[in-house]
């Protein structure tokens, strides 16, 4: 929850607020991120922003193509993790892919001090020019701003001590290996199968470790390493749309006239919180399922009910949003049990509620084997970010799976998490 500042508090009042607010909640831990957040300036970076927006706790979409952001101001919670992820000391040189508005460069330039160095990297010309001068006006000229493909880094710049991006990625590019010294700390949203995680890795060897993991969900990196587009329309109008590992395999016509044929709502007898949902159950049916697939729904087909609203995020549109399962013949996702009470009367958001499934289709079978699924992960412990471990190899590295791990293989990098708990 964002900081409630009254109408008429003024800036000092409001970026005051904004700080104990991160304190409060546990995220900003150390002096150096403390003194950072309180030195600089946000709203100084968001002039099109008025005060109190510039002083929440949320992502701020600065550029849209195609009627949806593809950069943004991120939420100063995520922010905070990522800096206290990255560990940053006086001095150090470092290297950031996204600069968006340049408000993360001027936190870490705070840190790292007159003696350290921030390169951020960002591919739209536009962008970049109106980060220089948001630095320029908050004192932080001496942040270096490059116009470029974040993919391959900044080799004029390298070896870096740390580096950092605020983008989404799904491997760890060759350039940014290279360009990190061996005792480095690489800190990305690693999109491995399912929901983003922010993984803090340090060198091993030949592979990287990571220290610690987040949930988290960012933008995704645009150029030469993009991702390979998800993401699915599943009518005319934009707004409801389906996300798969491998798109060609949908067939949207037939998606949509399940979504609003009849269906079938169906108990787990599993219940749950929302946050070990999105960062633990949803994560599971990624790794454990090919068939695996995320359902969402923006304002108006958010208000057509057609997508299951078991997450519902708010920002500059209302998203709801589930995960399921997409079959031939049918698509079964997640929901909260059909009499639950509407969302404006709804209890606080970590009420324990049971988990249901909703099927579309003639696909029976699909229901029963996500509710298979739930039992399974809820009877091993739940295995989700917490304990998880992610290590990175590059892909031609040899390396035989133990039983309790899953592998994801990517084009550079050969990914490998374990829990705790096994995944069997």
């Given amino acids: 929850m964002s900081p409630k500042p009254s109408p008429g508090d003024d800036i000092a009042s409001l970026h005051g607020a904004l700080v104990a607010h991160l304190k409060r909640i546990g995220l900003i831990r ?15 970076f968001l002039p099109g922003a008025g005060l109190q927006q510039a002083y929440s706790d949320e992502a701020i979409p600065v550029k849209f193509a195609d009627g949806r952001p593809i950069s943004s101001s991120s939420q100063p919670a995520i922010m905070a993790i990522m800096l206290e992820q990255l560990a940053l000391e006086p001095g150090h040189h470092v290297l950031e892919i996204g600069a968006g508005t340049g408000y993360n460069a001027a936190l870490m330039a705070h840190i790292v001090g007159e003696g350290g160095r921030v390169v951020t990297v960002d591919i739209d010309a536009d962008l970049v020019e109106s980060a220089q001068a948001h630095l320029q006006a908050a004192g932080y000229a001496r942040v270096q701003v490059v116009c470029g493909d974040g993919g391959f880094g900044f080799p004029q710049g390298a070896p870096y001590d740390r580096i950092i991006l605020t983008v989404g990625a799904s491997e760890i590019a060759p350039a940014w290996r290279e360009q990190l010294k061996p005792e480095g700390r690489l800190v990305l949203p690693l999109s491995i199968k399912g929901p983003q995680k922010s993984v803090a890795f340090a060198r091993q060897a030949d592979h990287f470790v990571s220290l610690s993991v987040q949930d988290c969900g960012f933008m995704s990196l645009r150029g030469a390493f993009a991702e390979p587009d998800r993401l699915v329309q599943l009518a005319a109008e934009p707004g409801l749309y389906l996300s ?9 016509d037939a998606v949509y006239r399940w979504l609003t044929g009849p269906s079938r709502d169906l108990p787990t007898g599993v219940h749950v919180r929302i946050s070990e949902i999105w960062g633990s159950l949803n994560q599971w049916l990624a790794l454990r399922e090919a068939d695996a697939c995320d359902l969402s729904a923006e304002d108006g087909w958010a208000e057509r009910g057609l997508a299951p609203c078991l997450i519902e995020i708010w920002g500059q549109y209302r998203i709801c949003a589930t995960s399921g399962l997409l079959g031939e013949a049918g698509l079964s996702v997640l929901t909260r049990r059909p009499d639950r009470i509407p969302f404006a009367e709804r209890q606080p958001d970590e009420t324990p509620f049971e988990l249901f499934v909703r099927a579309f289709g003639p696909d ?18 739940r295995p989700g970010t917490a304990g998880m471990r992610i290590r990175a190899y590059p892909a031609e590295a040899a390396y035989t799976p133990q039983e309790n791990e899953s592998v994801v293989t990517r084009r550079w990098t050969r990914l490998v998490l374990d829990w705790p708990s096994p995944l069997v």
Avoid: M, Y
């Avoid at 150390?30 to 100084?44: K, Q």
């Fill in 30 to 44: 150390t002096p150096s991120v403390e003194a950072a957040f309180r030195a600089v300036p946000r709203h100084v």
């Fill in 364 to 381: 029976e079978a699909l229901a029963q084997r996500l509710i298979k699924e739930v039992k399974t992960w809820d009877a091993l412990g």
């Fill in 244 to 252: 798969v590992d491998d798109p060609r395999r949908v067939k949207a």
